[in-house]
């Protein structure tokens, strides 16, 4: 792994502006006219799956936020902010939840070893191991156990997305953003979209009975 000094950085920048104007000389001053991206990206801060590079999007096209293990916190004003803005403002069509194999906030969670704030950060997967305790134990190795809970911990957060408020209101306003759950497998490069439980939402009062999907 090839690291930056940190002037690389700016050096990086200039050489961009300047290739990008070259090919475009009106890039910038289109992209300053405004954004209105179909797609909120909610997703670990984790620095190996950079959302435009993995999904070949360019600026403007994705609306982001990312956290430590891509929770969906009820009280966090970080993210229901930036929920509100995206489904309200922007009218995104889609909002994704992207998790990832070997996610350091998975592991600590489910050895115990986080320390400090991500302590207790992660507690709700630690929650969720302990609710699927079983399931986990049938798998043979650490490394399976730790996939399944990533996949858990994804399908688990899309459900919080369903019980904010923000949602609520746009459900009751009859506007339906597609949900989509992701894994990102750092291994492959690729990302799987993980089945959504959607009936068992909808007998659940978690999403609308016309929702969409099964
Ligand atoms: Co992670």
């Given at each position: 792994m090839e690291y930056y000094d940190y002037s690389d950085l700016l050096d990086n920048n200039r050489r961009w502006v300047d290739e990008t104007?070259?090919?475009?000389?009106?890039?910038?001053?289109?992209?300053?006219?405004?954004?209105?991206?179909p797609f909120?990206?909610?997703?670990?801060?984790?620095?190996r799956k950079p959302l435009n590079t993995i999904t070949q999007t360019r600026p403007g096209e994705v609306f982001?936020?990312?956290n430590v293990a891509n929770q969906i916190s009820l009280t966090d004003m970080n993210l229901l902010s930036v929920l509100e803005f995206a489904i309200e403002s922007l009218k995104v069509k889609h909002v994704?939840?992207?998790?990832?194999?070997?996610c350091g906030g998975v592991t600590a969670a489910y050895r115990g070893t986080a320390t400090g704030l991500v302590e207790n950060w992660v507690t709700p997967i630690k929650d969720l191991a302990l609710v699927h305790k079983d399931e986990l134990n049938e798998l043979s190795t650490e490394e399976d156990r730790l996939n399944r809970l990533?996949?858990?911990?994804?399908?688990?957060?899309?459900r919080n997305l369903c019980k904010t408020s923000i949602l609520?209101?746009?459900?009751?306003?009859g506007d339906y953003p597609q949900l989509h759950g992701w894994i990102f497998a750092i291994r492959s490069g690729l990302i799987q979209e993980q089945q959504l439980p959607l009936g068992n939402w909808?007998?659940?009062g978690l999403i609308p009975k016309d929702y969409p999907g099964s």
């Open positions: 104007l070259k090919r475009d000389p009106e890039y910038f001053a289109k992209l300053a006219e405004g954004q209105h991206p909120l990206y909610i997703g670990c801060s984790d620095s982001i936020h990312r994704i939840v992207c998790g990832h194999y070997g990533s996949e858990l911990n994804v399908l688990a957060q899309v609520h209101r746009a459900f009751a306003r909808k007998e659940l």
